[in-house]
C-alpha cells in the first residue's frame, strides 16, 4: 500500500493536535481542581535548558503547519512572538487555529510534494535541504511528535491525571475491539 503525504500529515497532525487539546482540557480540570492558576503549568519545563509546556504545544502547531506549507508550497506565516501561549485556554485556541488552517488544505494540493525541494533554513548558516517526502519523515513528524509527548510528560509531571489511553485516544482516534 502507497501512503500519500497528504495522509501522512494532515491525517497524523489532526487527531494529534485534537489529542493536545483534549489534554490541555484535563490539566484546565486539573488546576480547577487543586483551586490554582495554570499559569505555573504553562510555564513548567522538564529541564532549565527545554521549552515550556506552552512552548511545546506552540512548537507541535507550528512544525505541523510548516510541513504542510512546505510540502505544498505554500507560504509560511511568520512564527508568533509567543504572546498566546501565556494561558490553558489560550494554547487551546492556538491548537484550533492550527487544525482550521490544516483542514481548508485540499488533496491537490499535495501534488508532487514527496519529490518538492523543500529548503528550510536553520540556526547560523545552515540550511537543511531534503525532497518532501524525506522532509516530512525525517524532519518534521519526529520534531511535532518530540514537542507532543514532551508536553504530554510536562502534564504527568505535574500532576494532571492521564495516561496512555489519553496520549492514543482509544475509543476515540482507535478502534480497538
Same mark, same amino acid.
Given at each position: ?8 500529515? &494532515?491525517?497524523?497532525? &489532526?487527531?494529534? #493536535?485534537?489529542?493536545?487539546? =483534549?489534554? $490541555?482540557?484535563? +490539566?484546565? +480540570?486539573? =488546576? ?6 495554570? +499559569? /505555573?503549568?504553562? !510555564?513548567?519545563? #522538564?529541564?532549565? !535548558?527545554?521549552?515550556? $509546556?506552552? *512552548? *511545546? ?19 509560511? *506565516? ?9 494561558? #490553558? ?7 484550533? %487555529?492550527?487544525? =482550521? *488552517? ?5 488533496? =491537490? ?12 533554513? $536553520?540556526?547560523?548558516?545552515?540550511? #537543511? ?12 513528524? /519526529? ?21 496512555? %489511553?489519553?496520549?492514543? %485516544? ?8
Amino acid at each position: 500500500m502507497t501512503l500519500c503525504l497528504r495522509t501522512l500529515s &494532515i491525517e497524523t497532525f &489532526i487527531p494529534m #493536535l485534537k489529542t493536545l487539546a =483534549a489534554l $490541555l482540557d484535563k +490539566a484546565s +480540570a486539573h =488546576a480547577s481542581a487543586k483551586n490554582f492558576d495554570d +499559569a /505555573p503549568l504553562v !510555564d513548567a519545563r #522538564l529541564a532549565p !535548558d527545554m521549552y515550556t $509546556l506552552g *512552548q *511545546q504545544v506552540m512548537m507541535a502547531c507550528f512544525h505541523a503547519e510548516e510541513a504542510v506549507a512546505r510540502l505544498t508550497g505554500a507560504s509560511l *506565516q511568520p512564527p508568533t512572538d509567543g504572546a498566546d501561549h501565556k494561558t #490553558l485556554d489560550a494554547l487551546k485556541e492556538r491548537i484550533a %487555529r492550527a487544525v =482550521a *488552517q490544516l483542514e481548508k488544505v485540499n488533496d =491537490a494540493a499535495f501534488a508532487c510534494a514527496e519529490g518538492r525541494n523543500v529548503i528550510t533554513p $536553520l540556526f547560523g548558516n545552515h540550511v #537543511l535541504e531534503l525532497n518532501g517526502a524525506d522532509f516530512l519523515r525525517r524532519w518534521s513528524l /519526529p520534531h511535532f511528535y518530540f514537542h507532543v509527548v514532551t508536553a504530554y510528560d510536562l502534564f504527568r509531571h505535574n500532576g494532571v491525571d492521564i495516561g496512555k %489511553r489519553d496520549f492514543l %485516544r482509544v475509543g476515540d482516534a482507535i478502534h480497538v475491539r
